[in-house]
C-alpha cells in the first residue's frame, strides 16, 4: 500500500482532501492528513477508513523526518517559506513532492540532485500558478503543432465574488488571503507589448488596465502582474512581440484601488503608533495636505478634492468606511495593516457567499498567412463556503498528480512545473470531468471579441 502524507489542512486542502480520501481505496493508497491543529485535520478527514489526522509541526526535525520517511509521496500545503524544509527531507529519504506554490530559487538549485535520486519535486501545481500553466501551454503546443508562430499573449486569472453574493460596489470580498490583497501590485511591473520591455512602478500598475466582457458575466479589467517576461523562456515563446500576465477584478475595482495607494494606505514599511486614540477618517486626514481653504470640510470631501475623485470611486471609498469616525481596533501598524483589517470586515464572505474563479487567455498568432486568435475562458464557482471554487482549482490539480505518480505514469525527475504535455493532458482531461473546463474560441484577429 503506497501512503500519502498531506501537510497543512487549511481552506486551500479542504476539496484535495475529499479527493484523495475518496480514490484512496481505488489507489490501495492511505492518506495522513497533519496540521499544527489536530483538530482541523481530523475536522477535515472525518471517520473513514482511508484518511487519518495527526497533529504536525513542521519546525520539529524529528517528527518532521520521521514523518516523511514513513510516506512515499508528501503534498505540502504549507506557507510557501516552509517548502524547503521538508524538501531537503524528501531528498533525503527519496520521496516525490508536490506543491501547489511558486518554485523558489532554494528549491530550483536542488534540481541535478533531486534528479539524480529519481525524483519528482513538481511545484505551481494549484490554479495560479498551476492550470494557468497547464492550460495557457495546451493552447501554445496546439498552435505551434499545426505550424503557427504566436505574437501575442495575455492570460489573467482572478480570485472573485459569484455575482449572486456581489452585494458591495467594489464587487469584491475576500476569497483568499487579505494580506496579499492589500499588498497587491508592490514592485515594479514588467511585461512585453509590441515587442517593447515595458516597466510598470507600483504608483501606476492600477491605472495600467485592460477590460473586456464575459458573456453572462459582465465587464472585468486586469492589472499587470510583477513577472512576464520570465514566461517568455517557461511557455517556449522565443518569438512572442507581447507578453503580459495579469490579475483579474471586476470593473471599476482598480480605479477605486489606485485611490487607496495614492493616499499611501497600502504602505507597509512602517508602523504608526497610538493608533487607539484615532478613527479612521483622522487617519486619512493625516494624509490629506493642509490648506485653510479646506479646514471646515469633510476628509471625504477633501480627499475628493485631493485626488479629484469621480462619484463612483468616492462611492466605493466611502462604503469601505475610510470616512467613518470609528476607532481603529489596533494599538499600532503599518498602512497596511490597518487597511487590511478593515477589507477583513468589509469584504468578509458571508456563511451563505460563494466565490468565482475566472481565467483567461488570449493568443494572437499567424497561420498559412492568417492573423487569428485564440481565446479560452474558464468560470467556475464555489458550491459551499467550504467546497470553494479556489480550493477545487488550488486542490484537484494536485490530486491528480498524485494519482499520476501512483500509478507510475510519469517519466518525470527533477524540479518541475506543470508546461510538458505528458503532465498538463491527463491532468486537463480529469479536471474536466470534474467541472473545471475551458470554453475556447478561435477566430480572424479581424473579429473582435466582446
Known amino acids: 500500500m503506497k501512503k500519502i502524507l498531506l501537510l497543512g489542512a ?54 518532521r523526518k ?100 456581489d452585494d458591495n460596489p467594489w464587487h469584491y470580498k475576500v476569497t483568499w488571503n487579505p494580506r496579499n490583497v492589500v499588498l497587491a ?68 475595482y482598480c480605479s477605486a484601488w489606485n485611490a487607496l495607494v495614492q493616499l499611501g494606505l497600502t504602505d507597509d514599511s512602517y508602523v504608526l503608533n497610538n493608533l487607539g486614540e484615532m478613527t479612521y477618517a483622522d487617519w486619512v486626514n493625516c494624509y490629506l495636505p493642509h490648506k485653510p481653504k479646506w479646514a471646515t470640510k469633510s476628509v471625504k470631501s477633501k480627499t475628493a478634492k485631493f485626488l479629484d475623485l469621480k462619484h463612483g470611486i468616492l462611492e466605493r471609498l466611502e462604503w469601505l468606511g475610510i470616512f467613518e469616525p470609528k476607532p481603529i481596533p489596533l494599538s499600532k501598524g503599518t498602512p497596511a495593516q490597518i487597511l487590511q483589517q478593515l477589507i477583513e470586515q468589509q469584504w468578509k464572505m458571508q456563511p451563505t457567499d460563494n466565490d468565482m474563479i475566472v481565467m483567461r487567455h488570449e493568443i494572437q498568432y499567424l497561420l498559412n498567412g492568417e492573423a487569428r486568435e485564440q481565446i479560452s475562458t474558464l ?16 486542490g484537484l490539480p494536485l490530486g491528480i498528480m498524485t494519482r499520476l505518480l501512483l500509478q507510475e505514469e510519469l517519466f518525470l525527475t527533477g524540479v518541475h512545473i506543470p508546461v510538458m504535455s505528458q503532465v498538463y493532458l491527463p491532468v486537463l482531461k480529469e479536471l474536466e470531468t470534474l467541472g473545471i473546463r475551458f470554453v475556447e474560441e478561435d477566430r480572424p484577429l479581424t473579429s473582435k471579441p466582446e
Open 10 to 63: 487549511g481552506r486551500s486542502a479542504t476539496v484535495l482532501i475529499k479527493y484523495l480520501l475518496s480514490h484512496a481505496q481505488e489507489w490501495n493508497a492511505s492518506v495522513t492528513v497533519g496540521d499544527q491543529l489536530l483538530e482541523t485535520a481530523a475536522a477535515k478527514v472525518g471517520t473513514g477508513n482511508a484518511g487519518n489526522a495527526i497533529a504536525f509541526d513542521v519546525t520539529d526535525e524529528s517528527e
Open 66 to 165: 520521521r514523518e516523511i520517511a514513513a510516506h512515499d509521496i508528501i503534498i505540502s500545503m504549507l506557507p510557501p517559506h516552509l517548502h524547503l524544509l521538508v524538501a531537503i527531507d524528501c531528498l533525503a529519504f527519496r520521496k516525490h513532492l508536490l506543491t501547489a506554490s511558486y518554485v523558489s530559487p532554494e528549491l530550483q538549485e536542488m534540481n541535478e540532485a533531486v534528479k539524480s535520486a529519481g525524483l519528482l519535486f513538481m511545484s505551481e501545481m494549484g490554479l495560479d500558478p498551476g492550470i494557468d500553466h497547464m492550460s495557457a501551454m495546451k493552447m501554445i503546443h496546439s498552435i505551434q503543432q499545426q505550424g503557427g508562430a504566436i505574437t501575442s499573449f495575455k492570460s489573467g486569472t482572478g480570485g472573485l465574488v459569484a455575482p449572486e453574493s
Open 185 to 252: 501590485g508592490q514592485g515594479t511591473a514588467q511585461y512585453l507589448e509590441n515587442g517593447i520591455r515595458k516597466f510598470v512602478p507600483y504608483h501606476r500598475i492600477f491605472t495600467t488596465t485592460e477590460q473586456f466582457k464575459i458573456s453572462g458575466y459582465g465587464k472585468f479589467e486586469s492589472y499587470p502582474n510583477r513577472d512576464s517576461l520570465s514566461y517568455i523562456s517557461k511557455y517556449g515563446l522565443d518569438n512572442v512581440q507581447t507578453i503580459l500576465r495579469s490579475t483579474l477584478r471586476k470593473e471599476g
Open 379 to 394: 468560470v467556475l464557482k464555489g458550491t459551499d463556503s467550504l467546497n470553494t471554487a479556489m480550493a477545487s482549482t488550488v
